[in-house]
């Protein structure tokens, strides 16, 4: 089993910024993808950013330009820094990841709000 633990959110006005961090620990043998959803009330779960092995990286338009994906192999670990928020960003921020084998986890979410 894996589990994923992300840390990082909270409150923060119009044009702040956040920075998530989510660390997977457990059974890990190989990693592939790790990204982040988000979820806000009344909506469906929805793509933020995600990044493979390798480094390549997907946004959701929405977010393109100032939400940052970035991830240490060595420490299993994937961090989402998020620049000029916007109280649309407000929502539950999930940690998600894919193993070589398929399998797919994801974490318990943490809650941006982003509000004056």
């Known amino acids: 089993q894996v589990q994923l633990v992300e840390s990082g959110g909270g409150l923060v006005q119009p044009g702040g910024s956040l920075r998530l961090s989510c660390a997977a620990s457990g059974r890990i043998i190989s990693i592939d993808a790790m990204g982040w959803y988000r979820q806000a009330p009344g909506k469906q779960r929805e793509l933020v950013a995600k990044i493979a092995t390798g480094g390549s990286t997907n946004y959701a338009d929405s977010v393109k330009g100032r939400f940052t994906i970035s991830r240490d192999n060595a420490k299993n670990t994937v961090y989402l820094q998020m620049n000029g928020l916007k109280p649309e960003d407000t929502a539950v921020y999930y940690c998600?990841?894919?193993?070589?084998?398929?399998?797919?986890?994801w974490g318990e979410g943490t809650l941006v709000t982003v509000s004056s």
């Open positions: 998600n990841a894919v193993m070589m084998d398929g399998m797919t986890y």
